[in-house]
């Protein structure tokens, strides 16, 4: 497995031997040089996907706030549809009464 393999890479094993104080400081002195790089990395890759969330949250306000023109819009479509058929509805019953009392003056005039 490749993280076992990087793992077992990372791992500092002791030596089985005494290592003079100059080389420890040595190799404390590389740690520290490896800890701060990866700290700042990690910094890095903090700042990345904060500046990666700030857009995400940016792009989800844009389109809730679309989302909501679009239902707001097809709310007013609707709004207009209904009017628009009352209206219809009216003329049509207009049409009626109005040719059913041409039909009623007609019928009086023959008689």
């Known amino acids: 497995d490749y993280s076992d393999e990087m793992s077992s890479h990372l791992t500092i094993r002791p030596p ?16 520290r ?3 701060s ?11 990345l996907l904060r500046s990666e ?22 709310g007013k479509v ?3 549809l209904r009017d628009g058929m009352e209206a219809y509805q009216m003329g049509r019953e207009s049409l009626a009464d ?7 003056v007609l019928t009086r005039l023959r008689t």
Not at 37 to 47: A, T
Not at 55 to 66: F, H, Q, T, Y
Not at 98 to 104: C, G, K, M, Y
């Open 16 to 31: 089985s031997f005494l290592l003079p104080v100059s080389t420890l400081e040595e190799r404390l002195g590389i740690s």
């Open 33 to 35: 040089v490896l800890l």
């Open 37 to 47: 790089h990866c700290e700042k990395e990690q910094e890095g890759h903090r700042d």
């Open 53 to 74: 969330h700030e857009k995400l949250a940016e792009r989800e306000g844009w389109v809730k706030e679309r989302t909501d023109s679009l239902e707001m819009g097809s």
């Open 78 to 80: 609707r709004e207009l």
């Open 98 to 104: 109005a040719s059913q009392h041409t039909r009623a």
